[in-house]
């Protein structure tokens, strides 16, 4: 069975960093470009980072770059969200999805999720 599981997750202060995992099972993360959203109470679910086949080719929505950093490590199966200088407005469930071919930010363009990690920032 095909399965991705996000994990981190935490409470962490402001001015803090975290690192979330994307871990998948039952299938090859290889074959996709894997895009990391995030969804804020009240709000809906924001594309934050994706990461093609190729580790060349990252990207980020404006309020992270310089922040987050996307990896993935194949051996492992898994790929990671490097998170710093986090604020309370990065508070939010954080998921890990896949993407056949290369990245987007509409999470309509992605096909298999994880149940989410909470990424709580406060003092």
């Known amino acids: 069975q095909a399965q991705l599981v996000e994990s981190g997750g935490t409470l962490v202060q402001p001015g803090g960093s975290l690192r979330l995992s994307c871990e998948a099972s039952g299938f090859s993360l290889d074959y996709y470009s894997i895009g990391w959203f995030r969804q804020a109470p009240g709000k809906g679910r924001e594309g934050v980072a994706c990461?093609?086949?190729?580790?060349?080719?990252?990207y980020y929505v404006d309020s992270v770059k310089g922040r987050f950093t996307i990896s993935r490590d194949n051996a492992k199966n898994t790929v990671f969200l490097e998170m710093s200088s986090l604020t309370p407005e990065d508070t939010a469930v954080y998921y890990c999805?896949?993407?056949?071919?290369?990245?987007?930010?509409?999470?309509?363009?992605?096909?298999?999720w994880g149940q989410g990690t909470q990424v709580t920032v406060s003092s």
């Open positions: 990461v093609e086949r190729s580790y060349a080719k990252k």
């Open positions: 999805a896949t993407k056949s071919w290369g990245c987007s930010g509409s999470e309509s363009d992605y096909r298999s």
